[in-house]
């Protein structure tokens, strides 16, 4: 009852303070709104021209192969993309450049390899031959206690023959090169949606169990916009902004006012105090949840849904920065320093797990980074429970948040102070 | 006509010292003293390395009394209170309030369900109104007073809607108060609750610590300010270097250290001032050209008027009697300025 006694102050507390609101939810409501109206083709801006060289062609004729062409109606259906086909034999960078003229934008030009397929394929197959030994192999473990020495042998040397075969199989990877602007805008947003639609061919391909039917799963990825990719995204962010930034001051204000040495003298035990603050950090990311992604439906018309994974995955997320805001308001003494310290931690973890740019478009060293960071986790969980609903993306990330929540609280609630020195 | 004015003015002096002599033989604290002991400390230390914040600290305070610690800041008034608030450790010694030892774990529970605290500088949340900053704190207990009572008893009716931040300093205290009153606590601590207030807000705060004495509630208050604790306390205890230098009623201290009275004659002259210095000693002639003269006793204070009445003075006359003041100069060595920092 005391925890909700606080939950109910703290909650009021912060719902009233103009500055309080603006910047846990008006601020990034805004960024959404800046974010979404720049990428999402709202207010008559169109689809972003995009030259496609597909070098992938078989038999005589030099047909598209099947595969290429999955790929590039995959980028089509996502709406973002006026796409313009580059002759295979152009050199496709004068080709758009001339296409474009001289006030015509930035270029940006896919081109999808020779033997896109084939390797495809091949790369794939080698998985599946590779899943196949893996999965006799264990049956053999298993049963190995009930076949007598004849079916053992036989069943071995199949072993051994499936094993050889496998390694005969060469290594394939197949590569598309995207060739951007350097001070193209939307570079990071293309880079973004062609990375996500590939990651959904591998998966699709290594993972699925018809390859075949990969053109029409990769269908239901490619429906989602890019406000869709930003929402979870921005959320995460200021999920994150709300714990470290936004409760490291608060504390600490009450901290400096006597407000939480006042409240230390009464009956109230300090965990009642850490889940009071913990109860709000949650309502309040809830809310901002449910404004971003209904403010994205009335706007942009967004797809994202948020599922019961999400929700636990928010209040996982609200406990782990809650604990971090709570670690941080135990190191600092003044309302100003933690603020600084908020701000210190805050914004680099944002620039670098992820949220607005694809990991995979940074550095090797900054995504080492990105794999210390609580956010990258967090804010990958997210997009995979909302967006992709990849069981093991969600899961696995879901683990760390939840390993990463139950470990800052506890550091948090030790570095509460609840008697002076 | 003089003679007249004289009568009338032995008359009123009259009254005067019966009043002052009613008031010396007033002892409360020895009703007090016969009243159980709510807070029991003997030889606290609270030591920060080298530094002895309170420094072997003994002393009783009894139920209904208001007991104050005057001392200015640093001398470990706020230390030691919140020892016996239970949210600081103590070095050594024992400390209990209402027989519970503040340093066992039991125990604490139930000395914060039996205890009010105002905190030096008392803040709330600034975005609640006064009724549920009052409701936050009444909540944190099993039991509590009907806010509505509690904000009725200090006169905060009409501010139950405001916002904690749009208050005066003297209203705030006010909510302090009322904040620390809803558990409806036998015992108050109030930690320079005056201290950074207007007067006006002072004595605001004068008047509810009063009230709170006709509640028979206990108060323990802390202050930096003479007239505060010489007005408000059954019992004094002046604090210095984390020790206590005195303790006793404040007409006990003044009795036994305030010095003597003195019987100010106004726009005297060096003449007036040989002749009493002839006659009773102890008379100077100050840079005002006012004359005084320190007397013994009453029978002293007599003889002076008597003498004067012969002289046909007629000049305005009055008795200064010590003040815990004085008492703090003769016993600390200084005066406490009004952001109560000690200057010898």
């Keep these: 009852m005391r925890a909700v006694a606080i939950f109910k102050a703290v909650t009021k507390n912060w719902i009233r303070s103009r500055s309080g609101l603006f910047f846990s939810i008006l601020f990034p409501v805004l960024l959404l709104i800046v974010f979404g109206a720049i990428f999402s083709g709202v207010g008559g801006s169109s689809s972003s021209n995009l030259f496609v060289q597909n070098l992938d062609r078989i038999g005589a004729d030099g047909e598209p192969s099947n595969l290429s062409n999955a790929f590039i109606e995959a980028l089509n259906a996502t709406k973002l993309f006026s796409i313009r086909n580059v002759p295979s034999d152009a050199n496709a960078t004068s080709y758009a450049r001339d296409a474009l003229g001289p ?7 896919l081109i999808i390899s020779n033997g896109f397929q084939e390797d495809l394929l091949n790369g794939t197959f080698k998985v599946r031959v590779g ?81 075949i039917q990969f053109n029409e799963s990769s269908v239901t990825t490619t429906h989602f916009s890019n406000v869709d990719f930003y929402i979870p995204g921005i959320t995460a962010a200021f999920i994150m902004t709300n714990g470290i930034i936004a409760l490291t001051a608060n504390t600490t204000e009450f901290k400096r006012r006597g407000i939480i040495k006042r409240l230390s003298i009464t009956p109230l035990r ?94 090797s060293y900054i995504q080492s980074i990105a794999k210390v960071l609580p956010l990258t986790y967090f804010a990958d969980g997210l997009r995979y429970a909302m967006i992709y609903k990849y069981p093991e993306g969600i899961y696995t990330n879901m683990a760390i948040v939840a390993v990463l929540a139950v470990g800052f609280i506890i550091i948090g609630s030790l570095m509460t102070r609840w008697k002076e020195k | 006509m003089i003679e007249l004015k004289n009568h009338v003015f032995q008359f009123s002096l009259h009254i005067m010292l019966k009043f002052i002599c009613v008031r010396c033989s007033f002892s409360l604290p020895d009703g007090a003293r016969m009243s159980k002991a709510v807070v029991e400390v003997d030889s606290l230390l609270k030591q920060y390395g080298n530094l002895r914040a309170v420094d072997g600290v003994s002393f009783e305070v009894y139920e209904g009394e208001v007991f104050a610690f005057l001392g200015p800041n640093g001398a470990g008034k706020t230390t030691t209170v919140e020892i016996l608030e239970c949210i600081r450790p103590l070095t ?51 039991k509590h007073l009907d806010v509505a009572e509690v ?88 604090i210095d270097k984390g020790k206590i230098v005195a303790i006793g009623p404040p007409q006990d201290l003044i009795s036994e250290h305030g010095g003597l009275k003195v019987l100010v ?6 003449k007036l001032a040989d002749i009493l210095q002839g006659k009773y ?41 010590p003040t815990i003041e004085d008492v703090f100069l003769k016993v600390v060595g200084g005066r406490i300025t009004e952001e109560g920092e000690l200057r010898q």
């Design chain 2, 265 to 270: 004659i106004r726009k005297g002259d060096k």
């Design chain 2, 92 to 142: 050594s010694g024992t400390a209990k309030v209402f027989g519970y030892d503040v340093t066992k774990k039991d125990d604490v529970r139930e000395i914060k369900r039996r205890i009010g605290v105002l905190p030096q500088e008392f803040s709330a949340l600034d975005k609640l109104t006064v009724k549920e900053n009052i409701d936050l704190i009444g909540d944190m207990y099993e």
């Design chain 1, 270 to 363: 300090k965990m009642d105090w850490i889940i009071g603050n913990v109860l709000s950090q949650t309502l309040l990311n809830l809310m901002l949840t449910a404004i971003m992604i209904g403010l994205g439906w009335l706007i942009f018309s967004v797809r994202v849904i948020p599922d019961a994974l999400s929700l636990v995955l928010i209040v996982l997320g609200s406990i782990m920065f809650s604990g971090i805001g709570m670690l941080l308001s135990g190191l600092v003494k003044d309302v100003e320093a933690a603020s600084a310290v908020g701000n210190a931690i805050a914004f680099p973890m944002m620039f670098l797990s992820g949220v607005y740019f694809p990991l995979e478009i940074m550095p």
């Design chain 2, 281 to 321: 000693g102890q008379t100077i002639l100050n840079g005002n050209g006012d004359v005084l003269v320190k007397v013994d006793d009453v029978n002293e204070l007599w003889q002076v008027v008597a003498t004067l009445t012969e002289m046909k003075v007629k000049k305005d006359i009055e008795i200064q009697t």
């Design chain 2, 151 to 238: 904000i009725k008893l200090l006169d905060l009716e009409d501010k139950t809607k405001e916002r904690f931040e749009n208050l005066s300093g003297g209203l705030k205290q006010r909510v302090g108060v009322a904040a620390s009153l809803v558990s409806d606590p036998q015992l108050i601590f109030l930690d320079e609750p005056t201290t950074g207030l207007d007067p006006k807000a002072r004595r605001e705060v004068w008047t509810v610590i009063e009230n709170l004495k006709k509640l028979q509630k206990t108060v323990f208050l802390t202050t930096h300010y003479m007239e505060e604790a010489q007005m408000l306390a059954d019992r004094i205890a002046i």
């Design chain 1, 131 to 211: 899943i196949t030994y893996s999965t006799l192999n264990t049956t053999y473990y298993y049963f190995e206690p009930y076949m007598n020495d004849t079916e053992k042998v036989a069943f071995q040397q199949e072993l051994v023959e499936i094993e050889k075969y496998e390694q005969s199989l060469p290594d394939r990877q197949t590569s598309l090169t995207l060739i951007l602007d350097s001070s193209d805008q939307s570079a990071a947003v293309i880079k973004n949606v062609v990375a996500s639609i590939a990651n959904a061919f591998n998966y699709e391909l290594i993972g699925a169990e018809n390859v």
């Design chain 1, 103 to 109: 006030l015509g934008g930035n270029i940006r030009i």
